[in-house]
């Protein structure tokens, strides 16, 4: 059994900061890359960031010089630093851990059940 769980939604006004988190618990052997998507209504997923278990980041253009992406390790915790925050960036967002359960077990995705970022003043 395996458990993604997010939290730090929240309202905030235009400019403003949240900070999200996702822990990764459970049947863990290995944890490989972690991630953050969103989905406004109306509209598909799309990514946010990515960060590899060595720490190579990737984010979206929208979001770039305004988004931080990072990882403990040692927690299974992969967190969104989000600053500048438009309304735009109305969305649920949802963590994405890829995780294999034992040795010589394929990787599988587990998402998280999502939080609600609503930007507005």
């Given at each position: 059994q395996v458990q993604v769980v997010e939290s730090g939604g929240g309202?905030?006004?235009p400019g403003g900061s949240l900070r999200l988190t996702c822990a990764a618990s459970g049947s863990i052997f290995s944890l490989n890359?972690?991630?953050w998507y969103r989905?406004?209504?109306?509209?598909?997923r799309e990514l946010v960031?990515?960060?590899?278990s060595d720490g190579s980041t990737n984010y979206a253009d929208s979001v770039k010089g305004r988004f931080t992406i990072?990882?403990?390790?040692a927690k299974n915790t992969?967190?969104?630093?989000m600053n500048?925050?438009?309304p735009e960036d109305t969305a649920g967002y949802y963590c994405n851990a890829v995780i294999r359960k034992g040795w010589g077990t394929r990787a599988n995705d587990y998402w998280g059940q999502g939080t609600q970022v609503t930007v507005s003043s």
């Open positions: 309202l905030v006004q890359a972690m991630g989905q406004a209504p109306g509209k598909q960031a990515t960060i590899t990072s990882r403990d390790n992969v967190y969104l630093q500048s925050l438009k």
